[in-house]
C-alpha cells in the first residue's frame, strides 16, 4: 500500500458549550454528516479539516493483513505531530479527534480517516465544541445554529442483492458441509440488498431514527457507512479497554411470552451458545498479548434490541504500556462474531461463497483522539449510503448446527433495522 503522508498543520481549540440541549443530530448540515451516537450522547462531525484515503493491498494479501490499520496510526501520528491543539475540556472525544471506517477485508477499497472541521460532543452532561482550522486565528469558537431540517426519504425502490435467497441459502449449506468435513468451525456469512430513492438520501433522516429505535446502540455516519451496530469491537478509554462480544441470535417475539420463550431457546441452545463461545476466542485470544489484565465472563448475557435478541459478553482488560487504540483495532479484527474460526479458513471461504465484497460492513467504525481514547464498532446493521442509493448488509454466523431457512430469516431481522430508517412513517 502506498499512501502519501504529508500531514498538515491543524490549529485545534475545544471550548465547553454551556447550556447545549439541541439535538447533535439537529446540528449537522446536510451533506456527508460524521456522527457516532448512543441515544442523545455522542460526537458528531462536518467539513474535512483532513483526510486519508487508505489504498487497497493486492489480490492474495493474507486476509489477516493489518496494513491498513498501521497506515492509519502513522497518518495520526503525523498530524498530531503537526497540529497545536488547545483543549479546555480534556475529555474521551475532545481535541483532535478522526472518524474512521475500515474495510473488512485488506484487499477491499473504502477504508478512510477524516477529522472534520467542526465537531460537537456531548457526554455525561458535558457537552464541547472543537474546530479546526489551518491558521493560528482561524479557530471558530462559537456553535453553529441548527441546520436545515432534515428531509424524509420518500418512496424507496427494493432490489435484490448479489446472491437470491436461494442461491445464499445453498452457500450457507455448503459452509455447512464444509464444517462437517472438518475445514473450519465458524464462517459468518452476509448478503447484501439495494434500495433506490427518487432523490439523494439525507444521513440526517436516518441517524435520527436509528438513534431513537436502538438507543442503546452505536449509531454511525462516516464516509457513506451509516448504521446502528450493537457491537462494540473496543472503547479504550486511558489504558481501560472494553469489548462486547455479541454471536447468537433470535428474533424479539410476538408479545412478552412469546419474547420470553425465545430468550430461553437462545440461552439454552447448544449451536448459539458454541457459535458466541467461538466469537469469544477469538476477542480473548487477539486481546492476551496486548492486556496484562483481561476479564472475560464464563457465560452469556442477553441483549435486547427493537429487531433481536442476542447472547452477549462484555469483556474487560487494562492495556499494556504503548499499546495504541489502531493496535487493538488491527489485532481484534476480525472477531469471530463476523469472520470466523479459524480465522484465516474463514475469510478465504468468506470471499469465494458470498459473491460479494463486504466493503465496509463488518468492518472497524468509529473515532480515535489524539490522547489515544476511541470507541470502534464493527459495521453491522447498516448500509453504504451513495446518493440515491444505498446498498443493505446482514449475516450471521454458520456453524455445524446451522438450518439454511433459519439463517435467511435471521438475515432479514437484521436487514430490518435498515429498511424501516430507509422507510419514511415506519
Ligand atoms: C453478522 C452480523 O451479526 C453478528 C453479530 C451478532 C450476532 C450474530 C449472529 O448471531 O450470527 C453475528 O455474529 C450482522 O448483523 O450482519
Redesign the pocket.
Known sequence: MNVALSPPKMFVRTVPLSDHTAGLVRLLPDGAPLAWLTGDEGVVGWGEAARLDLGTEPEGTAPTDTTRFSEAARWLNGLMEHAEVSDGVGAAGTGLVAFGTFAFAPTSPGSALVVPRVLVGRRGGRSWLTTVGDEPGDRPGELPPPASAPRPVGPVSWTQGSLSGEDWMSAVAGTVERIRAGELDKA?L?RDAFAEAASPIDVRTLLERLRLRFPSCFTFSVDGMVGATP?LLLRREGDRLTSLV????RPRGEDPGDDRRLADELLASAKDVD?HRM?VDSLRTALAPLAEEMEVPARPSLLRLANVQ?LATRAHARLSPGVSALDAVAALHPTA??GGTPTGTAMRLIAGAEGMDRGGY?GPVGWVDGAGNSEWGIA??CAHVDGARARL?????IVEGSVPEAELAETES?FRVMREALTDGA
Do not use: P
Open positions: 459468518v452476509a457491537e455479541l454471536a447468537g441470535t457459535e466469537a442476542h462474531a463476523v463488518a453491522l446493521r448488509f446482514a449475516g450471521g454466523g437484521k
